[in-house]
């Protein structure tokens, strides 16, 4: 697909970041505050490194960020930020858990701009989009400590409300939102679900 150079993409390059895709975590940290300094992080799908950059200047040195990329990809570096701790992996495989788990073992976020490789039949592509974001659920229920959040990219379709149900069972507070950076073409939401009851 074309790369589109519009605003955000530019403005990615410009503030040293690889994708413009950092734009999406910004605008709603920014409104929601839902990352704190000091926080630790799980950032699921972290390549090329947008978010994990983005969250380890949030939560700062006293924090942490963990990235998980099924590719191994380039070393991600934010100056005065947290440290950034990459593991190559698929999480859909139980022993990525174990990997997490000797870096960090209980996380005050959890966060994924995962998306499937498309394949242009919306009804596949949200399929496999919810598989993905079940399982980044699933390690959110597991790994983060009481309170804690969970922000996951999600296609919108006809099975998205019983994940919006199922995301309410463990969360206080869930909320859709669709940063501005979103393509208005595009299907994606997030889903920015706040206080886990544990």
């Not at 490194?49 to 099924?70: E, F, I, Q």
Request: proline share 3%; aromatic share 10%.
């Amino acid at each position: 697909m074309k790369k589109i150079q519009d605003h955000y993409f530019k403005r990615a390059k410009k503030e040293g970041y690889p994708a413009r895709s950092v734009y999406k975590l910004e605008e709603v940290q920014q409104k929601r505050r839902f990352l704190s300094k000091g926080d630790f992080v799980l950032d699921l799908g972290c390549q090329p490194g947008s978010w994990s950059m983005y969250a380890a200047k949030v939560v700062g040195p006293a924090g942490l960020v963990v990235g998980v990329d099924l590719h191994r990809g380039k070393g991600i570096y934010i100056s005065g930020g947290a440290k950034i701790h990459v593991l190559q992996g698929d999480i859909m495989d139980d022993a990525i858990l174990v990997e997490i788990g000797k870096v960090c073992e209980r996380f005050s976020a959890v966060v994924s701009d995962m998306a499937p490789h498309t394949t242009g039949n919306k009804w596949s592509d949200q399929q496999q989009s919810l598989k993905l974001c079940r399982r980044a659920l699933q390690l959110a229920v597991s790994l983060l400590k009481n309170n804690g959040v969970f922000y996951c990219k999600v296609f919108e379709g006809d099975d998205f409300k019983e994940f919006f149900n199922e995301v309410k069972r463990f969360f206080g507070s869930v909320k859709v939102v669709k940063p501005k950076s979103s393509r208005s073409e595009s299907r994606e939401v997030f889903v920015l679900a706040t206080a886990f009851k544990g």
